[in-house]
């Protein structure tokens, strides 16, 4: 007798909760899940139980398979180099691969799994026992971002990896590293394909009905981004292919659409292909390169154009950031909107939040009507931040929020405000390296270098010199041309260009032909020799700009605006006790006199000044975390 009968006639005589009642006493019972014909019969009663749900008014449903083929095929393949993507629709357990990939929480890992989720799968395949007993032998620290590994060779897929995450809230920051070295493992044990589950899916059934579909993009999107990501930096490397299988066709749309953004080519869509190409070839000209090297990084920018992805620019000033930026935007899907570009370092610190968020009527001298900021004027749009690293730790907070749940407050207005911004974000600083000085944000830097693209600086571009040194002067000869002057580049002169490093890059470039071309032009010289370049060299060596002791007043600046009077004087509480450290513990030349040195001495009775010092630096270190 089929066991499913029963309950398919007490679905068609209404008797629902008969039916789920029957469905879970079957699920709950102990019976072989290995072979195909029990896994069918294991997946018809989650069917049965799917309609039983849905006839009582609850949020489950169930696709049949043939509606499924008419709306979605069963294969999706993605190409990227030499390795593929491939989504299924078939049942994980059913799909022969290396390894399945799933997360789990370090709490409850195994214990009481939900009926819907992978967990519960596991459980009941491999069975309580066995699990236990791998987790005790294995001894592995349950870390956010660690990973378990799991034995089951009775199963199709010999083993399998359990990413622990804890979090209520979706972050990918802490998804990307354990997917990155659930990776690596796999490449070092050879593996030829491994099977990943919807990873983190289970969150959308704790979220409202209106909320589910975005958290489900957002995830989706958040894996495929790092899969490709990791792609892309070994694509020399044997990655073994990886697969997505899937039980509900809504999912494997949201990840057929996710990875569609990512990749932006499969090889079933060559239009895709066709309108990827066009957009290269026109950051190419936007570009005005011809450095082989600097083209395969606009090739890999090209891919960041439409997933509205935050970008991060570095490199030296002058480097051509902003105009990077700009032709990002103009070739975007935003690009019907408006750039709006602010640059960190040309405004004052306490006045770029309100420049970045706007401002309330009367909420500051001058203020005489409410303002907008660059968030607000950019909706829709692109914000480009240059010199990020500029700005103080109050705006890197303000601007953390914004880009993790798009609300923000103007300068003196309690009340929160949405936009929609893409953000591109420029910077000459080491970014990492002032988070380490504690200059700037982690969790910001995080959430803005998932993409870095480094601009080589111009001196490492030697034919793009000409190129601009030749643009530009056509350009003065056009605003020129009623003046009836002319000004011709001699060749010796163009190569005599490429020799200089040219520290201040395209803008130090374009400034020095502008003074040439107005030099010639008084003495009415046509052609712009090797000689008058000599004559007048450009500086070829960059600007100490913020030498160690700038650092230093920059830095008790921004301790002596937290200071809280309430820990007393600064000298006695702070200063004296690291200087008197670093002098006892031979950081310091002790050969030099003390008191003249760090302004202190040992003289002072029985105990002596530096002591003193020294006996508190302990809990100075404690308290600063220094």
Avoid at 36 to 63: C, P, Q
Avoid at 257 to 281: C, E, N
Wanted: proline residues 3%; contains cysteine; aromatic residues 10%.
């Amino acid at each position: 007798m089929d066991l499913t009968e029963p309950i398919e006639k007490h679905i068609k005589s209404g008797e629902y909760d008969e039916a789920l009642k029957k469905i879970d006493d079957l699920l709950s019972q102990e019976f072989d899940l290995q072979s195909a014909k029990n896994e069918e019969l294991y997946s018809k009663l989650m069917h049965l139980r799917v309609a039983a749900n849905t006839f009582l008014g609850k949020n489950d449903d169930v696709i049949l398979d043939s509606v499924r083929k008419d709306k979605f095929p069963s294969v999706r393949t993605y190409n990227l180099g030499k390795n593929e993507i491939v989504l299924i629709y078939k049942s994980q357990f059913l799909q022969k691969s290396g390894a399945y990939v799933n997360t789990i929480h370090s709490k409850s890992l195994f214990k009481n799994p939900e009926a819907y989720s992978a967990r519960y799968e596991f459980l009941k395949r491999i069975g309580e026992e066995k699990i236990n007993a791998q987790l005790k032998a294995q001894k592995i620290k349950l870390h956010e971002g660690n990973f378990i590994v799991l034995e089951h060779p009775d199963l199709i897929t010999p083993f399998s990896y359990h990413i622990v995450y804890d979090r209520k809230h979706f972050e990918p920051v802490i998804l990307e590293k354990a997917i990155e070295n659930v990776f690596d493992d796999a490449v070092k044990r050879k593996l030829s394909s491994i099977n990943i589950f919807p990873l983190l899916f289970d969150m959308t059934y704790e979220v409202p009905d209106d909320k589910k579909k975005a958290l489900a993009e957002k995830i989706a999107g958040s894996i495929a981004e790092i899969i490709v990501r990791y792609l892309e930096a070994n694509r020399n490397t044997d990655v073994p292919e990886i697969q997505f299988n899937f039980v509900k066709t809504d999912t494997m749309q949201t990840f057929d659409r996710a990875f569609y953004r990512a990749i932006q080519s499969s090889k079933t869509d060559l239009y895709v292909q066709k309108v990827l190409s066009i957009k290269q070839k026109a950051l190419m000209e936007g570009a005005n390169t011809s450095d082989s090297s600097f083209i395969e990084l606009l090739k890999e920018m090209s891919f960041s154009l439409d997933d509205d992805s935050t970008i991060l620019l570095t490199g030296e000033t002058g480097v051509g950031k902003t105009f990077i930026a700009d032709i990002i935007h103009r070739n975007s899907s935003r690009a019907g909107d408006k750039i709006v570009k602010i640059n960190c370092a040309t405004i004052e610190r306490q006045h770029l939040i309100s420049t970045l968020f706007g401002w309330k009527k009367g909420s500051f001298t001058g203020a005489l009507d409410d303002g907008k900021g660059g968030v607000e004027e950019a909706d829709r749009g692109t914000l480009f931040m240059d010199e990020i690293g500029y700005a103080d730790l109050d705006v890197q907070r303000a601007l953390l929020k914004f880009v993790e749940e798009g609300i923000y407050t103007r300068f003196g207005d309690p009340e929160e405000k949405t936009a929609n911004v893409r953000f591109i974000f420029g910077t000459n600083a080491d970014l990492k390296r002032l988070v380490q000085l504690g200059q700037f944000q982690e969790d910001l830097y995080y959430r803005i270098s998932k993409r870095i693209f480094e601009i080589p600086p111009l001196r490492k571009r030697k034919c793009d010199i000409i190129s601009f040194a030749e643009d530009t002067v056509k350009k003065l000869n056009s605003l020129n041309e009623q003046n009836g002057f002319a000004l011709e580049l001699d060749e010796k002169a163009k190569n005599k260009l490429t020799e200089f490093k040219w520290p201040g890059n395209i803008r130090q470039l374009i400034a020095y032909i502008d003074t040439l071309y107005i030099r010639c032009k008084i003495d009415n010289i046509s052609t712009l020799t090797i000689d008058m370049i000599c004559k007048y060299p450009p500086e070829d060596e960059s600007f100490n700009k913020l030498n160690k002791y700038s650092q230093l007043r920059n830095l008790l600046e921004d301790i002596l605006k937290e200071w809280d009077t309430k820990d007393g004087n600064m000298f006695d509480n702070l200063i004296g006790p690291i200087l008197a450290h670093l002098y006892t513990s031979n950081k310091i030349d002790q050969k030099k006199i003390s008191h003249n040195f760090i302004g202190i001495d040992g003289s002072g009775g029985t105990k002596a000044i530096i002591d003193r010092h020294c006996d508190k630096y302990e809990e100075v270190k404690n308290k600063f975390n220094l």
